[in-house]
């Protein structure tokens, strides 16, 4: 099933997020550093949901207090808590 999630206080713009059921088949970050939200799409790639909210969130990105991994353990958060 696919998600669309809004980052807040990034580069980023989108999160497009396949699951198939509690894994995660593919991610998509629309924006943000081609190179870092590249290689986070595929990192996570066959990964549990709870899995990558414990590795991603609260990683900060300089002085923001937030970042692209940690804005998609975010939105997994809330993709979890609505099932």
């Not at 580069?11 to 870092?36: A, F, R, T, W, Y």
């Not at 939200?37 to 595929?42: A, L």
């Amino acid at each position: 099933m696919e998600y669309r999630y809004r980052p807040q206080g990034v580069c980023s713009s989108e999160m497009i997020i396949d699951l198939d059921g509690d894994i995660i088949k593919n991610v998509k970050i629309v924006s943000g550093c081609p190179g870092n939200t590249i290689g986070v799409s595929k990192l996570v790639e066959g990964r549990k949901i709870e899995e990558v909210i414990e590795l991603l969130k609260g990683i900060p990105c300089g002085i923001r207090g937030t970042s692209c991994p940690d804005q998609l353990a975010k939105a997994l958060e809330e993709i979890k808590a609505k099932r």
